[in-house]
Nanobody, 124 residues
Framework: QVQLVESGGGLVQAGGSLRLSCAASGRTFSSWAMGWFRQAPGKEREFVATISWSGGSVYSTDSVLGRFTISRDNAKNTVYLQMNSLKPEDTAVYYC?????????????????WGQGTQVTVSS
C-alpha cells in the first residue's frame, strides 16, 4: 500500500520557520516528480513547489519564492519543504504529492498520490 506521510507542521509566529517532511512508503518514488500543495480554509488547493526526480529542476509559486525551498533525498524516499519568513497568509493544510513523471508536477491533475496533509498555522 502506497502512503505519503507528512510531518513537521504546527503553529509558528510570523517570521518563523518550519520544515515539512514527506516520507513515502509502499514503493520507491526516486523516478517520480514530487511536490507540495496547500489549501487554506474556503480556498482551492494550490501549487506551492515541485522538484524533479533528480532534484535538477525545482519550481515554486511566486508567493513563496525566496522563502520556501523544496528538496528530496531519494535514498530515504523523502521530500522536504523548508519554509522561512513565514507569513499569516501561508496558513493552510500542506499536502505532499507524487506524480509519475520525471519532470515536475505543478498541477493537481498530474498527481497520482496525495498525503493526508499537515496543518501549518502562522500567527501575526
Amino acid at each position: 500500500q502506497v502512503q505519503l506521510v507528512e510531518s513537521g507542521g504546527g503553529l509558528v509566529q510570523a517570521g518563523g520557520s518550519l520544515r515539512l517532511s514527506c516520507a513515502a512508503s509502499g514503493r520507491t518514488f526516486s523516478s517520480w516528480a514530487m511536490g507540495w500543495f496547500r489549501q487554506a480554509p474556503g480556498k482551492e488547493r494550490e501549487f506551492v513547489a515541485t522538484i524533479s526526480w533528480s532534484g535538477g529542476s525545482v519550481y515554486s509559486t511566486d508567493s513563496v519564492l525566496g522563502r520556501f525551498t523544496i528538496s528530496r533525498d531519494n535514498a530515504k524516499n523523502t521530500v522536504y519543504l523548508q519554509m522561512n519568513s513565514l507569513k499569516p497568509e501561508d496558513t493552510a493544510v500542506y499536502y505532499c504529492a507524487a506524480a509519475p513523471t520525471t519532470t515536475v508536477v505543478r498541477d493537481a491533475i498530474g498527481v497520482k498520490y496525495w498525503g493526508q496533509g499537515t496543518q501549518v498555522t502562522v500567527s501575526s
